[in-house]
């Protein structure tokens, strides 16, 4: 089934770069900008990271959790936020799981290949916003004034 805003964001449980389980509980209270992302270190998944690491403090004034999700390994995200100094948490999907339950990927031939999707959740955990078509270099600031203007 394909999420849409006013749906209730399906709950995850996943490993942070730390090691550290993460659900979608965790963010309970606050507004959390969710994005899908295909790799760490990958030239558009990196400008996008920045993006939002660039924007952060406009997102921390307004109680904005930023949570990004890959494929990728708690080690792999420790390094990519490092490299990049990445304020927020990266959790690791290394089961798919998260990504099937969002809808955040293509199937081709029964793979499933990481798709790049950003959800906006409020404080009771009902998706408001999905965003597909994403400008990386400029995601924070379009999240930012899309959470404003609504």
């Given at each position: ?119 906006i959740i409020n404080e009771t955990g009902t998706i ?14 379009e999240i930012l004034t899309l959470m404003r203007?609504?």
């Amino acid at each position: 089934m394909k999420l849409s805003p006013g749906m209730h964001a399906p709950d995850f449980a996943l490993k942070d770069e730390t090691g550290t389980l993460k659900k979608l509980s965790d963010f309970a209270g606050k507004k959390l900008v969710l994005y899908f992302y295909p790799k760490d270190a990958t030239p558009g998944c990196t400008k996008e990271a920045c993006s939002l690491r660039d924007s952060y403090e406009d997102f921390t004034k307004e109680a904005v959790a930023i949570v990004g999700i890959s494929y990728d390994s708690p080690e792999s995200h420790a390094q990519f936020k490092q490299k990049y100094h990445l304020p927020f948490t990266l959790l690791s999907d290394s089961t798919r799981e998260t990504a099937k339950a969002y809808g955040a990927y293509q199937s081709i031939k029964n793979y499933l290949f990481p798709e790049r999707i950003t959800f906006i959740i409020n404080e009771t955990g009902t998706i408001t916003h999905i965003l597909e078509n994403i400008d990386v270099t400029n995601h924070g600031e379009e999240i930012l004034t899309l959470m404003r203007t609504s």
